[in-house]
């Protein structure tokens, strides 16, 4: 029986005879890029972290509440939504009796001291309200807050002196409680004027009173206000 045989042939480098084999060597390659991204990412982590601490710790500390806070003074607000100071009523019937304070009489309200007429434009001179005109002239002011009529009426004048106003044409307007009541027409006919229009009350106008001096306009030249009582 014959024996079966196995040959294997090995080809190799005839120049690398003779030397010894070389070590593996391992190459390291670092991916700069990425790295920085991430330490970017991690750097933002952590300042967002601190602000958030710092914007936490400048809020209103929980030992102050709603009732403990300082508020801002009270206004009234206009239909325009312009803020304006609260208003205080100036008229005499409009005072309120205080816990015990002795009523208010109609004599003694008829005796506080009426508020001068307001002039709001330099082209008038002066403005009154009277009781008479004599020459041209006022002579019997109206000085107390409120006018008492008892039985008969009485008649009142506003009078005004203008000047630069010379063919003009003006207006006194009357207002009872804030509603126009009598509207009269003054022609200006010279250059400096004394003009004024005259109202009979009577015991049934009482209430609240004002008279204006106006330009065909509209616009306001002076005013004033009192009050009717019995």
């Not at 002795?102 to 003694?108: A, E, G, K, R």
């Not at 004024?196 to 009577?202: D, E, G, H, I, R």
């Amino acid at each position: 029986m014959s024996e079966n045989k196995v040959v294997i042939k090995i080809n190799y480098d005839k120049s690398r005879s003779g030397q010894a084999p070389q070590t593996p060597k391992m190459v390291t390659v670092w991916h700069t890029g990425r790295i920085a991204a991430v330490a970017g990412l991690i750097a933002a982590a952590i300042m967002l972290s601190a602000w958030l601490l710092i914007d936490n710790s400048e809020q209103t500390p929980a030992n102050l509440t709603p009732e403990t806070l300082p508020m801002a003074p009270e206004t009234s607000m206009r239909s325009d939504n312009a803020i304006v100071a609260p208003q205080v009523e100036t008229s005499p019937l409009a005072a309120r009796k205080s816990p015990g304070e002795t009523p208010v009489s109609p004599s003694s309200i008829s005796e506080q001291k009426r508020q001068p007429a307001i002039i709001y434009s330099r082209k008038v001179i002066r403005a009154s309200l009277t009781y008479a005109i004599k020459d041209t002239e006022p002579t019997e002011q109206v000085k107390s807050a409120s006018v008492q009529i008892r039985k008969e009426p009485i008649e009142l004048y506003y009078f005004n002196e203008v000047k630069n106003l010379k063919g003009k044409t003006l207006f006194h307007q009357w207002f009872k409680d804030g509603q126009p009541v009598l509207k009269k027409t003054i022609e200006v006919k010279d250059n400096k004027a004394k003009v004024w229009t005259a109202k009979n009350l009577s015991s049934r106008d009482k209430g609240q009173w004002r008279v204006q001096l106006l330009g065909k306009k509209g616009e306001l030249y002076s005013e004033t206000g009192f009050d009717v009582i019995q």
